[in-house]
Each structure stands twice: as structure tokens, then as C-alpha cells.
């Protein structure tokens, strides 16, 4: 061997096992644009079942992140603008309702006593008793067990409205014993009473029900049957919200005003409708 080929240098050359190609990032990419995708479905899924009143409010976020939208709040603490309920809007309201105590326990038994009408003042909704009771002890300002559920449910959602709420007590013409201090007319307001303590232990603001009213027999549900129990009931009126005109040369644009009460305007003559008609049956106990 020469000296030139003793001084080349030795070169090994190391072959690397092959490989099924470098995949890189790629799939990370493709399972981030499905979950985008399965969440824009979901938001989809929960718009097309709100309410139309948060459609649009969703919607003028979207069109005005900044906030400025009319969509998208007003000057009152914690109820939306999108949320007040006015003559134009008040059968969604009732709608609504009417979803929400469909889920209460003992629905299907309660439903011919619970009545929901769109009046002059408001949406008025009326609890009435059974001969037996049915939202409250029979002669007695105590609520059951059946009335608590329900009265829970509609202070949730009603709750939830800047509106003002008024709670009526009425009973049947039945009288109690003679020589008793207590009557019709305590009976009345004790349970309207009773009705908002519980509903504001429940959901509804302090200062959201501006009046509770007894009217004992002076108000009757059915004139023609003094002692028929659909007589005897609480009523929960939702009164409307008027929005004032800043035209009008009121401090602030987005002041509201109540529609008048019952006490300074008749009710409305519209017959009663809703979920429930009434349900005659016979006197076998006092209120």
C-alpha cells in the first residue's frame, strides 16, 4: 500500500431507519376548527330557544361591541332595557311563564287553576282554589305545599323584569262564624301578604311589588255564583312599563313610568284566557 492511500481518510457513511413522514401540527389545526365549530352549534342551538328579547340582545352585541346599542342595557341596575315588558311585548312574557311552571311538581293537577290574561293594567295571574284549597289551606293564610312550588317559579322568573308587580287577596261571599274579629276582608289581605313574602324570599326584588290589596268578596270571579270557589285567589299583576319620550323634556332618556292600577282605572272586560278555565265544583269547606 502507498503512502498517499495510507493517509486518505476513512469514511463511514450510517443509513437512519425510515420514518412515515414528519405529521407536525397539522391535526392540532383540524380538532381546533371542530370544537369552533361544535360550540358555534351549540350557541346556535341556545339562541333558536331563547327568548326573542335576548335574540336581539345577543345580536345587538354583535352589531355594537362597544355597549351603545339600544339592544344592550339601559340605566337600570341589573334588568336590561331588551328585558322590559310594555303593551307590545306582554304575551311573550306570558308565554314564557307559562313554559317555566309547566316544569313545577303536580303541573298537570294545578294547571285548571292557574290563569293567565293580558288586562289594561298588565298581565294578571290568578291562583284559584279548589273546594278543598289548593294553593293555601282551606280558611287559613297558610300556603301548600303545591302553592310554594308554583309561587317559587314565578318569582324566579318574574324576578328577572324591572317591572313593578301589585298582589290582590279575594275571597268567596261565605262569611266566618258570627262574633269572630277575623273575616273576609283579613283573610284577603293575609294571603296576598303571605304570597310576597314568599315570593320575595324567592327571587323578586323588595322593591318590586308597589302595592298588595285585599278586596275580600267585592270582586268576584263568577258575580253570578257568590260562593263558587274560583272566587277565592290571589292575583299577580305584571304591570306594564312605559318608556317616556326624551322628547318630552324628562331628565334622562331612558326613564320609564307604571301603567296605572286597578285602583284608579277599571280592569279590563277581556274574558279570562290562558292555561286554565275554571273548574266548577262545590262548596264543601270555608275558603
Same mark, same amino acid.
Given at each position: 500500500?502507498?503512502?498517499?492511500?495510507?493517509?486518505?481518510?476513512?469514511?463511514?457513511?450510517?443509513?437512519?431507519?425510515?420514518?412515515?413522514?414528519?405529521?407536525?401540527?397539522?391535526?392540532?389545526?383540524?380538532?381546533?376548527? =371542530?370544537?369552533?365549530?361544535?360550540?358555534?352549534?351549540?350557541?346556535?342551538?341556545?339562541?333558536?330557544?331563547?327568548?326573542?328579547?335576548?335574540?336581539?340582545?345577543?345580536?345587538?352585541? =354583535?352589531?355594537?361591541?362597544?355597549?351603545?346599542?339600544?339592544?344592550?342595557?339601559?340605566?337600570?341596575?341589573?334588568?336590561?332595557?331588551?328585558?322590559?315588558?310594555?303593551?307590545?311585548?306582554?304575551?311573550?312574557?306570558?308565554?314564557?311563564?307559562?313554559?317555566?311552571?309547566?316544569?313545577?311538581?303536580? =303541573?298537570?293537577?294545578?294547571?285548571?287553576?292557574?290563569?293567565?290574561?293580558?288586562?289594561?293594567?298588565?298581565?294578571?295571574?290568578?291562583?284559584?282554589?279548589?273546594?278543598?284549597?289548593? =294553593?293555601?289551606?282551606?280558611?287559613?293564610?297558610?300556603?301548600?305545599?303545591?302553592?310554594?312550588?308554583?309561587?317559587?317559579?314565578?318569582?324566579?322568573?318574574?324576578?328577572?323584569?324591572?317591572?313593578?308587580?301589585?298582589?290582590?287577596?279575594?275571597?268567596?261571599?261565605?262569611?266566618?262564624?258570627?262574633?269572630?274579629?277575623?273575616?273576609?276582608?283579613?283573610?284577603?289581605?293575609?294571603?296576598?301578604?303571605?304570597?310576597?313574602?314568599?315570593?320575595?324570599?324567592?327571587?323578586?326584588?323588595?322593591?318590586?311589588?308597589?302595592?298588595?290589596?285585599?278586596?275580600?268578596?267585592?270582586?268576584?270571579?263568577?258575580?253570578?255564583?257568590?260562593?263558587?270557589?274560583?272566587?277565592?285567589?290571589?292575583?299577580?299583576?305584571?304591570?306594564?312599563?312605559?318608556?317616556?319620550?326624551?322628547?318630552?323634556?324628562?331628565?334622562?332618556?331612558?326613564?320609564?313610568?307604571?301603567?296605572?292600577?286597578?285602583?284608579?282605572?277599571?280592569?279590563?272586560?277581556?274574558?279570562?284566557?290562558?292555561?286554565?278555565?275554571?273548574?266548577?265544583?262545590?262548596?264543601?269547606?270555608?275558603?
Amino acid at each position: 500500500m502507498s503512502q498517499a492511500q495510507e493517509n486518505r481518510p476513512i469514511i463511514v457513511v450510517k443509513k437512519k431507519g425510515a420514518h412515515g413522514g414528519h405529521h407536525g401540527g397539522a391535526w392540532k389545526v383540524a380538532y381546533a376548527d =371542530f370544537v369552533t365549530a361544535m360550540m358555534a352549534l351549540f350557541i346556535v342551538l341556545w339562541l333558536l330557544n331563547s327568548s326573542k328579547q335576548v335574540q336581539e340582545a345577543v345580536g345587538g352585541y =354583535f352589531k355594537d361591541p362597544t355597549g351603545t346599542t339600544k339592544q344592550v342595557g339601559s340605566d337600570m341596575k341589573g334588568a336590561g332595557e331588551n328585558f322590559i315588558i310594555n303593551k307590545d311585548n306582554m304575551e311573550e312574557l306570558k308565554e314564557q311563564l307559562q313554559k317555566a311552571i309547566r316544569e313545577v311538581p303536580h =303541573f298537570e293537577k294545578l294547571k285548571n287553576h292557574i290563569d293567565m290574561t293580558v288586562t289594561n293594567e298588565g298581565l294578571r295571574i290568578e291562583l284559584t282554589e279548589s273546594a278543598n284549597g289548593t =294553593f293555601f289551606d282551606a280558611g287559613s293564610a297558610k300556603i301548600s305545599g303545591d302553592g310554594e312550588d308554583l309561587l317559587r317559579t314565578l318569582a324566579g322568573e318574574l324576578g328577572k323584569l324591572p317591572n313593578h308587580i301589585a298582589m290582590e287577596g279575594h275571597t268567596d261571599s261565605k262569611q266566618y262564624a258570627e262574633g269572630r274579629s277575623y273575616g273576609n276582608w283579613e283573610l284577603s289581605s293575609d294571603r296576598a301578604n303571605a304570597a310576597r313574602r314568599l315570593m320575595q324570599e324567592s327571587g323578586i326584588r323588595e322593591d318590586q311589588v308597589t302595592q298588595v290589596r285585599g278586596f275580600a268578596d267585592q270582586r268576584l270571579r263568577n258575580p253570578k255564583d257568590a260562593m263558587d270557589p274560583a272566587n277565592r285567589r290571589i292575583s299577580l299583576i305584571v304591570q306594564y312599563l312605559e318608556k317616556k319620550s326624551p322628547q318630552a323634556g324628562e331628565a334622562g332618556s331612558g326613564a320609564e313610568k307604571s301603567a296605572p292600577d286597578s285602583e284608579t282605572g277599571k280592569e279590563s272586560a277581556k274574558p279570562a284566557e290562558g292555561i286554565a278555565s275554571e273548574e266548577p265544583a262545590k262548596e264543601t269547606e270555608h275558603h
